[in-house]
T-cell receptor, first 114, second 111 residues
Framework: ETGVTQTPRHLVMGMTNKKSLKCEQH?????MYWYKQSAKKPLELMFV???????ENNSVPSRFSPECPNSSHLFLHLHTLQPEDSALYLC?????????????FGPGTRLTVL | GNSVTQMEGPVTLSEEAFLTINCTYT??????LFWYVQYPGEGLQLLLK?????DKGSNKGFEATYRKETTSFHLEKGSVQVSDSAVYFC??????????FGRGTSLIVHP
């Protein structure tokens, strides 16, 4: 248990649906991250937020839209996804005093796009 | 760009066997190096880390030494247990380095 929670844990959606993933941490961390984990591929960093400001967008398609209203909450809004977007989506955070950016991961949301 | 390469799995061992999982990285300068572990149905969690050359990270019997000359950070454990069965990820991050992960190596330990 790392103190990072994600909801929902499982999500099945059609290609025309709109849904949102939520991540929450109350660890006092200032940086939050979204990753995509697909079978047989390296973990892909999608977005990075530092003190609510987006500092990294790793060439992610616009059908994925992140939102960070405060340092404790991070959302990933999903719109008109494709079947190849099915994956485990992991949220992580890291503390401000840690210059190594140690990642504290949530359990992930298993997304299936039909 | 930066990258992390780790050995393909799965690695299958008997209980009490010696474990080595190889990891090499490509980066300029001195990133921090990590091993994370992922158990079924869970997110990744930090196993150990090293922040500078020749540092040794250790935790739960696992060790890895930051080798700048060979750009490596191999994971070792002297005697594995069934409960060590998981997927292990080598990674780099810190400072100006965007967190970068290897593909993961699945470890299966049989009784």
């Amino acid at each position: 248990e790392t103190g990072v929670t994600q909801t929902p844990r499982h999500l099945v959606m059609g290609m025309t649906n709109k849904k949102s993933l939520k991540c929450e941490q109350h660890l006092g961390h200032n940086a939050m991250y979204w990753y995509k984990q697909s079978a047989k591929k390296p973990l892909e960093l999608m977005f990075v937020y530092n003190f609510k400001e987006q500092t990294e967008n790793n060439s992610v398609p616009s059908r994925f839209s992140p939102e960070c209203p405060n340092s404790s909450h991070l959302f990933l809004h999903l719109h008109t996804l494709q079947p190849e977007d099915s994956a485990l989506y992991l949220c992580a955070s890291s503390p401000p005093e840690d210059s190594t950016d140690t990642q504290y991961f949530g359990p992930g949301t298993r997304l299936t796009v039909l | 760009g930066n990258s992390v390469t780790q050995m393909e799995g799965p690695v299958t061992l008997s209980e009490e066997a010696f474990l080595t999982i190889n990891c090499t990285y490509t980066a300029t300068g001195y990133p921090s190096l990590f091993w994370y572990v992922q158990y079924p149905g869970e997110g990744l969690q930090l196993l150990l880390k090293a922040t500078k050359a020749d540092d040794k990270g250790s935790n739960k019997g696992f060790e890895a030494t930051y080798r700048k000359e060979t750009t490596s950070f191999h994971l070792e454990k002297g005697s594995v247990q069934v409960s060590d069965s998981a997927v292990y990820f080598c990674a780099l991050s810190g400072g100006s380095y965007i967190p970068t992960f290897g593909r993961g190596t699945s470890l299966i330990v049989h009784p």
